[in-house]
């Protein structure tokens, strides 16, 4: 999922998303302590039976990393 940056309508469809149970798998162009922060907060609050969120570091201006997304992640949480 792009564009789920605090404050945007993807944040809120992420929080629905992860509140029924979801695997999401997010991507930022700002990968950074206080990026992470914002979504291990966001699962804390939200994360439901099930849901999975995974935030990946990801410019999609940078056509070399597009390969690598797959490889380069941060898991957050896995509620079981």
Do not use: D, W
């Not at 404050?7 to 999401?24: D, W």
């Not at 609050?45 to 999975?52: C, D």
């Amino acid at each position: 999922m792009t564009g789920a940056g605090a404050g945007s309508i993807g944040a809120e469809v992420l929080q629905g998303l992860i509140t029924g149970g979801a695997k999401v798998l997010v991507t930022t162009s700002r990968f950074s302590k206080e990026v992470t922060e914002y979504y291990q907060s966001m699962y804390a609050r939200y994360g439901g039976k099930g849901s999975q969120l995974v935030v990946v570091p990801f410019n999609q201006g940078e056509y070399y990393e597009s390969p690598q997304y797959e490889v380069n992640y941060t898991e957050i949480n896995h509620r079981q």
